[in-house]
């Protein structure tokens, strides 16, 4: 079992910066890819971005690769989420989760996730 604690988001002007923590307990933290997922009110959960057990390796989606960074402390057992310039659009809950794959075609699909937080609100205002 992995347990996943998203933190850092809030309400922010459209343009703002917003830094997404999850903190990972459990089993091994080495064991596994880590990828942030976002869903806004009446949309299917989207994929934003994901990186490999040892920060090797990152991919991330098309509305946000230019603007964000994802990064991995190990020894804290933690990944984060950078975002700059932000949207309206952005708005949402974002979601982090782990899966045991470490094939970055696999980290766009929900499904492939073994474990996930409980979630934490971004809201952008314009």
């Known amino acids: 079992q992995v347990q996943l604690v998203e933190s850092g988001g809030g309400l922010v002007q459209a343009g703002g910066s917003l830094r997404l923590s999850c903190a990972a307990s459990g089993r091994t933290f080495l064991d596994y890819a880590v990828g942030w997922f976002r869903q806004a009110p009446g949309k299917e959960r989207e994929f934003v971005a994901a990186?490999?057990?040892?920060?090797?390796?990152?991919y991330y989606a098309d509305s946000v690769k230019d603007r964000s960074t994802i990064s991995r402390d190990n020894a804290k057992n933690t990944v984060y989420l950078r975002m700059n310039s932000l949207k309206p659009d952005d708005t949402a809950v974002y979601y982090c989760?782990?899966?045991?794959?470490?094939?970055?075609?696999?980290?766009?699909?929900?499904?492939?996730?073994?474990?996930w937080g409980q979630g934490t609100q971004v809201t952008v205002s314009s």
């Open positions: 989760a782990a899966t045991t794959s470490q094939r970055v075609r696999d980290w766009g699909t929900p499904k492939a996730y073994d474990y």
């Open positions: 990186i490999s057990w040892n920060g090797g390796s990152t």
